[in-house]
């Protein structure tokens, strides 16, 4: 057995609360054991024996959950009788029985089952150090509008320089179209019949941009989307719809054209405000040139996003900014009633502030939603403590490159999916947001080079995974767009060229979705490859949802029961599924 394969850390996400039970995972080396055990019990839990006071255990078996390129994940779920645990495992192959416990490894025998200085522990398991997912996310699926280019629903606010509403015209990075909150409004009853329960808006407040991330006022709505009567209104009536709503809280940074920001360049370091950025040289008569400025690789006198100089960043270290900020969180949840928050360029900002910008949202609303946006791992952020998920980039980028351009193979696509998803919890996986595009990326229909077919089977593939699906606005309409600003065309309200056929999959795929969500979010799951096809098996009391998918270019046959009930597919027929073909059954 090699030793230096085997990992366990307690109260991660190899140990934490979810149910009143404690989930425990050992990372072993891949194939190095066949059965391994946990052995576990109060630690205060002792009996008298032939005048030995003896420790009372128990041992349970552990099964494989997941399987990577190197390693097997072994899991157990325990309910303690106490609030309270100390634990080790028994490894076990054909060579050796060994224990592995907080002080690495030792020979199984009485003597060390005894010694409850070698176990993990944890002293006391807290509900309120749980790492819950609200109760509707499981069931939710996002739709992603920038408002700038949904709808244009009132012309008494357009920007001046406003252009006419087409889905043809490439915009520029300095574009406007008008698109506002009364054009949301007046295509909620589309987004309801589409299937769609929560709706992710990009930047709404006051700014002198298309996108608003650079902030200039956060209790102000923008004038060219309305006000906050028109806000009210939206919110009510997705919220009867049951829609449910979250903003963007862009507080990593402000726009250089902010209140604050400005009083900076006028009173130097005599503002107020000066200790509210990173400002490293005092010069404001360069400061006031380059603010307006997107400089690629080009140093400013003050941090910012990026090469910014137009989005200064805050310090929110300083009290003032913090209670700023929290002061705006606290005024949209309590005088708006949204469900949640997504926070731009999460992971610029300290821990300190997330720790109480999330426990003052829970106050608030217990099962609010606070997403992240984090590209790369995001396990610091997702300890219970923080966030409820992130913005699943990684997870993007693995569909990207297994189902789309096709790097790997069916069994190396699955385990560096195990892989991901084994870096956090499954209350944290099932609140991730899975999306596939972003009005950061290209759109998912340019990624699959005008392959509708292969489109639809990235999205049902997407649609039974763990996390909260997102769909970028316009995808259901076969909606196409390169990187920023291609990727924010206007909204295509013309359904004499929509791709109908299109809208059709994708409300079939989302009521497929909300109907069977407990298999994908509660359900046992085995994933596997059969004959260079993928297999997903779900498993609940009521019976197994199977997905097949064929990611090859080769036809492959499939044997379904006679009692089987195909719930959705793609390119099968004659018990033959073709490349880019899928096929969803229910089996009870």
Known sequence: ??????????????????DKQIVLRVRIGKGQVENVNCIWGDPYDFEKKNGKNLWQFQSASMTIVATTEYFDYWEVKLRP????????????????????????????????????????????????DAQNSPTWIGKTVWYQIFPERFANGDKNNDPINVLPWNFKTKPTPNSFFGGDLQGIIDHLDYLKKLGINGIY???????????????????????????????????????????????????????????????????????RYFDWFYIHQLNTDNMREIQNEFKVGKKVPYDAFGYSAFMPKLNTENPEVEK?????????????????????????????????????????????????EVWNSARSWLQGDQFSGVMNYAFTSLIKEGLIEKKYSGKQFLEKLSEQEMQYSDPVNRSMMNILDSHDTTRLLNDCKNDKDLERMVLA????????????????????????????????????????????????????????????????????????LIKLNFELKKGQLIAYFNNTNEVKKIYLKMTDKILLCQNYGQKELKKNGFVMIRRS
Not at 2 to 14: D, I, K, W
Not at 337 to 346: E, F, K, S, T
């Open 1 to 18: 057995m090699n030793y230096a394969t085997v990992y366990h850390r307690p109260e991660s996400e190899f140990a934490y609360i979810e």
């Open 201 to 271: 808006l990009c930047p709404i407040f006051k700014s002198t941009s298309n996108h608003k991330y650079n902030t200039m006022d956060y209790f102000q709505i923008d004038p060219n989307f309305g006000n906050k009567e028109k806000f009210h209104q939206l919110v009510n009536e997705a919220h009867k719809r049951d829609i449910r709503i979250m903003l963007d809280a862009v507080f990593n940074h402000i726009g250089s054209d902010s209140v604050q920001w400005q009083d900076v360049l006028k009173r130097n370091s005599q503002s």
């Open 324 to 372: 700023y900020l929290l002061d705006v969180a606290k005024y949209w949840i309590k005088e708006f009633d949204i469900d949640g928050w997504r926070l731009d360029v999460a992971n610029e900002v300290d821990h300190h502030f997330w720790r109480q910008f999330a426990e003052m949202c829970h106050q608030l609303k217990p099962d609010f939603y606070i997403l992240g």
């Open 461 to 532: 593939f997407t649609f039974v995974q763990r996390g909260t699906p997102c769909i970028y606005y316009g995808d259901e309409i076969g909606m196409t767009g390169e990187e920023d600003p291609d990727n924010r065309k206007c909204m295509n309200w013309n359904e004499n060229t929509q791709d109908r056929k299109m809208l059709k999959f994708v409300t079939d795929l989302i009521k497929f979705r909300k109907l069977n969500f407990q298999y994908f979010t509660s359900g046992k799951r085995k994933s596997q490859i059969q004959k260079d």
């Open 81 to 128: 009788l106490n609030s309270r645990i100390q634990y080790l495992f028994q490894l076990i192959n054909s060579k050796e029985n060994i224990l592995y416990g907080d002080s690495g490894f030792n020979e199984n025998s009485n003597e060390n089952i005894q010694n409850l200085g070698l176990y993990f522990k944890l002293p006391y398991l807290h509900e309120i």
